[in-house]
């Protein structure tokens, strides 16, 4: 089992910054690959960014460039460095572990989900 929280959001203008961590607990953490993920109302939920164990990442197409995801192993915490915010970005961002440790941005392909932390974006 592994546990996942999430923290770091708030209320941000555009084009400023915002850091995004989220705690694990269980193991191994370190074989998982970890993801980001957000969803704003109405919407479906949406992949942002993912990272390996080997840390290798993978990003969508509309944070690619502006945010950074990485992880720290030993402290079982990955983050999201995000910047330059847009007010398209506001959504609640959910962390995920993955237990196979690939690199997906399907939803249904991870495991375990944290509860989700808002991000606003005011224009």
């Known amino acids: 089992q592994v546990q996942l929280v999430e923290s770091g959001g708030g209320l941000v203008q555009a084009g400023g910054s915002l850091r995004l961590s989220c705690a694990a607990s269980?193991?191994?953490?370190?074989?998982?690959?970890m993801g980001w993920f957000r969803q704003a109302p109405g919407k479906e939920r949406e992949f942002v960014a993912a990272i390996t164990w080997a840390t290798s990442t993978a990003y969508a197409n509309s944070v690619k460039g502006r945010f950074t995801i990485f992880r720290d192993n030993a402290k079982t915490m990955v983050y999201l460095q995000m910047n330059s915010l847009k007010p398209e970005d506001t959504a609640v961002y959910y962390c995920?572990?993955?237990?196979?440790?690939?690199?997906?941005?399907?939803?249904?392909?991870?495991?375990?989900w944290g509860q989700g932390t808002q991000v606003t974006v005011s224009s």
């Open positions: 995920a572990a993955a237990a196979l440790g690939r690199l997906f941005t399907a939803p249904s392909l991870y495991d375990y």
């Open positions: 269980g193991r191994p953490f370190s074989s998982y690959a």
